[in-house]
């Protein structure tokens, strides 16, 4: 759960700053859907 809250903080914070990592942006990517669907 706490490693949710990880990816759920940088979630927010890739809005200000666009992650470098593509495996990151994926992951963003595939939270964005969760969370929408």
Do not use: C, M, W
């Amino acid at each position: 759960k706490e490693l949710g809250k990880n990816v759920y903080n940088r979630l927010t914070s890739y809005e200000a700053e666009p992650a470098e990592d593509s495996s990151t942006q994926g992951l963003i990517d595939h939270f964005r859907g969760r969370h929408r669907g």
